[in-house]
């Protein structure tokens, strides 16, 4: 196929994009290079802190932390190594592709990840930066804020804090200490999901994500949850999603769309019925599906935004921003 290899991610991080695919390059077709590519180029956007909502100093939680969540999925094995809600470790993916590499497990979580990845010889540091500082305490102190999403969302949301209690106490609650149902905070994150292929059609998916800003310690979203955040199997193709994570994890998207492109859909048909899934349930979320087969065709899908920006490299167009327009509420 003319097609492969390739390499496609969310949203505009062409700086992820254009790196892992210079590593696909080392190799004739990319051959052999599909995991080294996406930790690579997701490797990239938590160094750039992409958007501020992947890598250390984004997302500040309600403590004002900020935590890590990532993915590999090695769609020739199933093979999966994940992390959720790291803490002080900046190398998200890559701890999470020593859990593929160096356990038998697929999750660890919070500080015992920590633990781990200091085992493997990662530097603990803090991810909180002056600027998250700052977020978390404007916040804090109840000022309203434009969120991240102010450049592909029409109305760019706000989030303000500290949660009130709801009027009437849910008492089995410990403490009372009910949130409001809805935090606006939750409406800004932009996940780096990558996703490569050579041109033996092996496939590797990669996810990276400071998750949710303000949200409660603990809290992990559909990124590192393989079917939610990504998912790959050579056999069919793989996908990856982004956007609201809290809902989105509940429909298992990812998974959706790669057995919609196993029972013969076209990648469009498949993203799309990923995103309407979601969309019968719940109209007031926002995000994006990405999906491609072992091919190497593509397509993306979107709900709660105008339109949805991604990047693609194959050797036909070389490295690309593409726009999908957003399904009509
Ligand atoms: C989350 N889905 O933690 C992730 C964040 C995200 O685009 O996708 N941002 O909810």
Redesign the pocket.
Known sequence: SQLLPMVINTWNFTDANAFAWRILQQSEGGLGQTRNAVVEGCTKCEQLQCDG?VGYGGSPDELGDTTL?ALVMDGATMNVGAVAGLQGIKDAIQVARHVLERTSHTLLVGNSASEFAKSMGFRPETLVTPESKLMWQNWKAGNCQPNFWHDVHPNPRISCGPYEPQATPITHWKEDRARTEFQMGHKN???IGMIAIDVQQQIHVGTS?N??RFKIPGRV???PIPGA?GYADNEAGAAVA?????I?MRFLPTLLAVEAMRSGKTPGQAAEASVQRILKRHKDFSGAVIAVNRLGEYAAACYGMSEFPFMVSSPLQGTQMETVKCLAP
């Open positions: 909502t969540d994150h932009d996940t994500t998750g949710a979203g559909d990124s955040g982004t956007g609201d994570g809290d989105m």
